[in-house]
Nanobody, 129 residues
Framework: QVQLVESGGGLVQSGDSLRLSCSTSGGAFGLYTMGWFRQAPGKEREFVAAIEYSGGSTRYADSVKDRFTISRDNAKKTVYLEMNNLKPEDTAVYYC??????????????????????WGQGTQLTVSS
């Protein structure tokens, strides 16, 4: 069983930058594909970014491409989401998720919520205009 804890959310202004962290414990972090998702009020949870278990491949939603960067430190069992040029539409609860079978998929990174089997509690990001 893996536990995921997100941190780093807060209230920022449009154009600001922020970094989210997701610390994990238990499990074999180095074998998992890790993803970030977000959910705005009244909307479904949506994919933001994913990173291969080795860190070699990444995938992004079109809405955040060129603004967000996902990275991981397997030694620290932590995944990060660096967010630049934040916009009000980025306001959401951000969730970290693990695909524990990621090592079997290689560089195939899924964007579907159902492909991830472990989730954190989320961290709120609010971007004011």
């Amino acid at each position: 069983q893996v536990q995921l804890v997100e941190s780093g959310g807060g209230l920022v202004q449009s154009g600001d930058s922020l970094r989210l962290s997701c610390s994990t414990s238990g499990g074999a972090f180095g074998l998992y594909t890790m993803g970030w998702f977000r959910q705005a009020p009244g909307k479904e949870r949506e994919f933001v970014a994913a990173i291969e278990y080795s860190g070699g491949s990444t995938r992004y939603a079109d809405s955040v491409k060129d603004r967000f960067t996902i990275s991981r430190d397997n030694a620290k069992k932590t995944v990060y989401l660096e967010m630049n040029n934040l916009k009000p539409e980025d306001t959401a609860v951000y969730y970290c998720a693990a695909d524990r079978a990621g090592y079997r998929r290689g560089n195939i990174l899924y964007a579907e919520v159902g492909q991830y089997d472990s989730w954190g509690q989320g961290t709120q990001l609010t971007v004011s205009s």
